[in-house]
């Protein structure tokens, strides 16, 4: 990402990664259901070892999964396309984009909750969600305030590359701009939350018709 955008694609990437972080955040719904942080996925889940040890002290106690691994590595790989399809390399570049990815893990997290039918602003609320289990300031927990605290300061460190306020200013108001949207969805939640509920009505899923005879129990 370049930190040099006019006023049209700072827009543009402002709704292009909220997009992207509504996608995250439904695709998960969809994968983890009620069940937040792979608790009841099919994938490897470690806690004693020396390198989940160090995984929840870097995330305040969160287990390490298989899943998770992939999932946080897979959008920050993809936060970084722009340079391999042609986008010039820099520091203030790098800094942006790594400013914005902390950032956009706050919007993704957040619209899992607010989107989630098991969980909404209701139950968005310390003992709630066990994964955040540590220190809540408010109603959000402290995860937020930490990432959103070191996205200023990556994109702050970027005015000694540069000599200019340039990627902080416009860091601020990327993290303005994807409050906004994210208050805006919940503000739709419910609609969605319909929804959901009304794809899987009883006796609505046609996995039967797909494999006749080998029922696995969503319908019976």
């Known amino acids: ?24 955040a439904a695709v998960e719904i969809e994968i983890e259901g009620p069940d937040g942080w792979a608790e009841r996925l099919p994938t490897w889940f470690r806690i004693t070892p020396g390198y989940a040890r160090l995984y929840g002290l870097l995330m305040r106690g969160k287990p390490l ?10 959008p920050l790989w993809s936060f970084h396309i722009g340079f391999v399809a042609g986008v010039a390399w820099s520091g203030p570049a790098e800094v942006a984009t790594l400013a914005a990815y902390l950032a956009w893990i706050v919007a993704w997290d957040f619209l899992w909750f607010i989107l989630n039918p098991s969980f909404g602003w209701s139950r968005f609320r310390k003992g709630e969600v066990w994964w955040h289990g540590g220190r809540w300031i408010g109603r959000f927990p402290i995860d937020y ?20 306020f340039a990627v902080l200013v416009r860091q601020v108001g990327l993290i303005g701009g994807l409050a906004v949207l994210v208050w805006l969805v919940a503000a739709l939640a419910p609609a969605y939350m319909r929804w959901h509920k009304h794809m899987r009505r009883p006796g609505a899923d046609e996995r039967q018709l797909c494999f006749p005879g080998r029922l696995d129990g969503h319908e019976r």
């Open 65 to 74: 999964t298989g899943y998770h691994a992939i999932m946080f590595v897979l």
């Open 145 to 164: 305030y930490g990432a959103v605290a070191a996205s200023l300061l990556l994109a702050a460190s970027a005015t000694l590359m540069r000599g200019d």
């Open 1 to 24: 990402m370049t930190p040099n955008t006019s006023a049209v694609m700072f827009t543009v990437r402002l709704v292009f990664l909220f997009g992207y972080a509504l996608l995250f």
